[in-house]
């Protein structure tokens, strides 16, 4: 048996070439997630630099559960903006995603630990 040929081209080359106002506003999106990510690490330096009066061990976690998410941010900022380029290419709904949540639980996760360091380090 041979299995059915698949198409090879790419996605960015399939369907209806999108509105470029729309597809422009999905790469100020795809950017702000960046900026966001930039900003996780930036706080992850400043966490590791600045407070040498916390205990290291829990300032160098916190640093690097900052670096992860940031990471993290990275990877999810390109892959929410190809599911939503692919959608708009082929013309269907844009994808639900439930990370925007777990993005907000986590900043929100994160200010409570710094408040706690700031309160009680």
Request: glycine letters at 6%.
């Amino acid at each position: 048996m041979t299995t059915p040929r698949q198409d090879k081209t790419p996605w960015w080359s399939q369907g209806k070439t999108p509105d470029y106002r729309f597809s422009l506003a999905n790469e100020r999106t795809f950017l702000a997630w960046i900026r966001t990510a930039l900003a996780f690490l930036a706080g992850a330096v400043g966490i590791d630099q600045f407070t040498v009066h916390i205990d290291p061990l829990v300032r160098q976690g916190l640093a690097l559960l900052l670096v992860v998410c940031a990471a993290w941010l990275g990877g999810l900022a390109y892959r929410r903006w190809v599911s939503n380029e692919k959608a708009m290419r082929q013309e269907s709904d844009m994808p639900y995603t439930p990370m925007l949540l777990i993005v907000t639980l986590f900043i929100t996760l994160i200010a409570i630990a710094l408040a706690a360091m700031i309160l009680f380090g």
